[in-house]
T-cell receptor, first 113, second 113 residues
Framework: DAKTTQPPSMDCAEGRAANLPCNHSTISGNEYVYWYRQIHSQGPQYIIHGLKNNETNEMASLIITEDRKSSTLILPHATLRDTAVYYCIVRANSGGSNYKLTFGKGTLLTVNP | NAGVTQTPKFRILKIGQSMTLQCTQDMNHNYMYWYRQDPGMGLKLIYYSVGAGITDKGEVPNGYNVSRSTTEDFPLRLELAAPSQTSVYFC????????????FGPGTRLTVL
């Protein structure tokens, strides 16, 4: 699976948009970009994923650049409960590697009141 | 649905003792996984299973064993506990489908002294 690079930490004011970047310059054509988050001491939680088009769900939006070498997770109106470590993960979505989530250290997002 | 449940929540073991971490999911997922997370680090895959009776090694399988006799249960066995196995253990499950989202349990915090 392609490797990802994320900033170790970011701050955001409550109510503002949080934009979390991720670089994945070695991504392959069949690899998806997944985002998970881990609130302190809890198991990771799936947020969103995409292949090449921008995606939106009730939690967040995912913007993937045209060359697919980077992406941005957007939390449109961050709340204190969004304080967590956010993981950007790249993996294929079929075949034998379907199982694998490779977690890096992620980005610690701190939402401040 | 309870989702993914893990027992116990906490455990302290002495060096050389054995124990089994329990994991159960009620979502009829075919894939199940065990991860460990050391302080300040991302998760690392220990073992995974693609269905009842089928298991395979992940990144860090040494010192662990697993079995999958039913779809619902995926216990992780530590035979001779060592201090290096002090960690938080997460079980997860997924269904091969549109998102392949992994659902995580709340974790077991294990200390080996």
């Amino acid at each position: 699976d392609a490797k990802t690079t994320q900033p170790p930490s970011m701050d955001c004011a409550e109510g503002r948009a949080a934009n979390l970047p991720c670089n994945h310059s070695t991504i392959s054509g069949n690899e998806y970009v997944y985002w998970y988050r881990q609130i302190h001491s809890q198991g990771p939680q799936y947020i969103i994923h995409g292949l090449k088009n921008n995606e939106t769900n009730e939690m967040a939006s995912l913007i993937i650049t045209e060359d697919r070498k980077s992406s941005t997770l957007i939390l449109p109106h961050a709340t204190l409960r969004d304080t967590a470590v956010y993981y950007c993960i790249v993996r294929a979505n079929s075949g034998g590697s379907n199982y694998k989530l490779t977690f890096g250290k992620g980005t610690l997002l701190t939402v401040n009141p | 649905n309870a989702g993914v449940t893990q027992t116990p929540k906490f455990r302290i073991l002495k060096i050389g003792q054995s124990m089994t971490l329990q994991c159960t999911q009620d979502m009829n997922h075919n894939y199940m996984y065990w991860y460990r997370q050391d302080p300040g680090m991302g998760l690392k895959l220990i073992y995974y299973s693609v269905g009842a009776g089928i298991t395979d090694k992940g990144e860090v399988p040494n010192g662990y064993n697993v079995s999958r006799s039913t779809t619902e249960d995926f216990p992780l066995r530590l035979e001779l506990a060592a201090p290096s196995q002090t960690s938080v253990y997460f079980c997860a499950s997924s269904y091969v489908g549109s998102s392949n989202e992994q659902f995580f349990g709340p974790g077991t915090r294990l200390t080996v002294l």
